[in-house]
């Protein structure tokens, strides 16, 4: 079996499993992200998220996560709603409407994994989705799954950016995919639509200090003065950057059951969210991203959205 073969078989592979998209990348250092990512975070984009800068040599280099590596296979996963919350309510991400995706993927990458040894015997490799040193977005784009938005994330000329990326980094030798061409062009929207600026005036950089997900997620301490009226109603990450972008009027539905969004969370209006007690919040949040931000994060971000309105 040639390598163009077995490539082949990795990808239907992931495909029957679900995965929406796949491509290869070659397991090497990355030099120019090497310098990208120095260059972000000595300018301090990172917030206070230090993690980002701990175990820099391993993001980069992925032979350092897999001793013996040889391929990164990059996979896309939907998580595009059918139904959305309605408009008198706090917003949440879209991502975040069903069961935790880290969960609910990584079960997916162990399922692939031990498929790909039982077809091509002993692999040593490990499985990620977004719970490692591992720049996804990079290794999408070095793969060919698209390439890296205005907005710094990943775009899918097919299917927009409603993604959650994964990946396994394995031993086992393949055909590897080439980057495809940026198709921003001249287009701004995702830039003039973020209120808190978090996106530089020319793009392809995000201050993260700055971002909604990073202000209602991250961030343990109070949300910053300078951010009253400007988080739009959004209490649990933001989709305003990927909203506007044009390239999401091509987002299909998912077909994930475990992302379905329970009809409590969609029915919430703003002041149930208001009213939010700690046994609501255990109960239709159990599985959910959301705990993420324990009851009391959601709380103040609640608060500070109720009570900085935007203008």
């Known amino acids: 079996m040639d390598l163009t073969q077995k490539s082949q078989i990795v990808k239907q592979i992931a495909l029957d499993l679900g995965f929406n998209h796949v491509g290869i990348g070659k397991a090497e250092f990355m030099e120019p992200e090497a310098k990208r990512l120095e260059d ?7 917030g206070k998220m230090g993690y980002l800068a701990n175990h820099f040599d391993k993001r980069v280099d992925p032979t350092k996560l897999v001793e013996g590596s040889k391929s990164v296979i990059c996979l896309m996963y939907n998580y595009f709603p059918e139904e959305t919350q309605k408009e008198d309510t706090y917003k949440i991400a879209k991502y975040a409407y069903g069961q935790d995706y880290h969960s609910v993927i990584k079960e997916k990458l162990k399922i692939y994994l031990e498929l790909l040894r039982e077809k091509f015997g002993a692999i040593d490799g490990r ?6 040193p ?3 977005r990079d290794w ?7 390439w890296i938005g205005k907005n710094t994330l990943l775009l899918n000329k097919e299917r927009g950016s409603f993604y959650f990326l994964a990946e396994l980094i394995v031993d086992l030798e393949l055909d590897y995919d080439h980057p495809v061409k940026d198709h921003c062009g001249t287009c701004t929207k995702c830039i003039d ?3 808190t600026e978090a996106i530089s005036p020319d793009g392809y950089v995000l201050d993260g200090s700055k971002c909604i997900s990073y202000l209602t997620i ?18 649990f990450g933001c989709d305003i950057c990927q909203d506007v972008c044009p390239w999401n009027r091509f987002s299909i539905e998912h077909r994930e059951p475990l992302f379905e969004p329970s009809e409590e969370l969609l029915g919430l209006k703003s002041q149930d969210w208001e009213e939010l007690t700690e046994e609501v919040f255990r109960q239709v949040f159990k599985k959910s991203a959301i705990k993420r931000t324990k009851f009391s994060g959601l709380k103040r971000n609640i608060t500070f959205a109720s009570t900085h309105q935007t203008d």
Do not use: Q, T
Not at 140 to 146: C, N, P, V
Not at 218 to 235: N, Q, V
């Open 140 to 146: 999408a784009k070095r793969s060919g799954l698209g």
């Open 134 to 136: 591992v720049l996804e």
């Open 40 to 46: 972000w975070l000595n300018h301090s984009y990172h």
């Open 193 to 195: 639509a973020c209120p």
């Open 218 to 235: 991250e961030l343990k301490d109070s949300i910053p003065s300078e951010f009253e009226g400007k988080m739009a109603d959004w209490i």
């Open 127 to 132: 499985c990620f989705v977004d719970s490692a």
